[in-house]
C-alpha cells in the first residue's frame, strides 16, 4: 500500500501511476474536485440515503461518507476507478459506502460502450469526446427501480454528459435533492435548458444557495418561503 497523502481531509493512498499526469497535479495541488468537496459538506444531513454516479477514485464520496449516519451507494462505469474508489474508502476507515461496477440509466436494461480514457474524468459513452485508450461493453440498470429498491433520498452525479438522458427520462420518486455537475462543452445550452425544464417539470427548483457555475443542486421545491441569506 503506497503512503497516504492527503486532499479535503481525505487520505489517498494512490501514487503517480494510478492516474494520468493531469489528474495527478490536480491532486497534488488540491485543485481536483475543490468546488465539489465545498458543497457535498452542506449537500447531505444525518441519515440521508444517497445514490452517486461516477464514484472516479471516490473523493466526494469519502466526504460525503463522514456525514453521520449516512449510507451511500456509489457506481461507476469504469473498473479501473471503482478499484481505486475501494482503495480510498479502505484508507479511510470508511465503511458506509457500497462501491458498485455499473451503470445506472433512465429506461430498461440496455447494453452501452463505455469509453475509458486515461483522464479519467474525461471517460464517458460519447466517442467523439476525444481519443481514448480502450472500450468495455456494460448493461445498464433502471435509476428509478435502484431508488425505490434502496430508499434513496438524494442523488448526486457527475457522469459526463449523461445527465440530460437520466434527467430527461427518470421520475425520480423519493429523491429530494439532486446534485450534479453540467457539461455544456458536451450537449450546449440547449442541453442545460432541457436538465432544468426537466427538473421543473418534476417539482426540482435550482437551489442557488448551493449551487456554483456547472455545480448546480435542485431541491424539491415544498412551496416555503427561505430566510433572508444576507
Known sequence: MP??????????????????????????????????ARQVRDLLLPGDRVLELGAG??????VMAQTPDVQIWSFDANPGTVALARRVA?????????FEHGLLSSGGASDHIFYIRRDFWMSSMIESQGP???TISITSTNIDEYITRQSINVLVMDVEGAEREILGGADLKGIDRVFLELHDHLYGLTGVREIFASM???GFAYDPRMSSGPCVL?????????PYAG
Not at 497523502?5 to 488540491?30: C, E, M, N, R
Not at 477514485?57 to 469519502?62: N, P, R, Y
Not at 435542485?218 to 427561505?226: L, V
Request: charged share 30%; no cysteine.
Open 132 to 134: 481514448f485508450e480502450t
Open 90 to 98: 479502505e484508507a479511510n476507515d470508511i465503511s458506509n459506502v457500497v
Open 57 to 62: 477514485i471516490g473523493v466526494i464520496t469519502s
Open 3 to 36: 503512503s497516504a497523502f492527503s486532499i479535503h481531509g481525505i487520505k489517498l493512498p494512490l501514487t503517480d501511476q494510478d492516474v494520468s499526469p493531469i489528474i495527478w497535479q490536480a491532486l497534488q495541488t488540491g485543485e481536483y474536485e475543490a468546488k465539489e
Open 218 to 226: 435542485f431541491r424539491r421545491d415544498d412551496g416555503a418561503i427561505r
Open 200 to 202: 421543473d417539470k418534476r
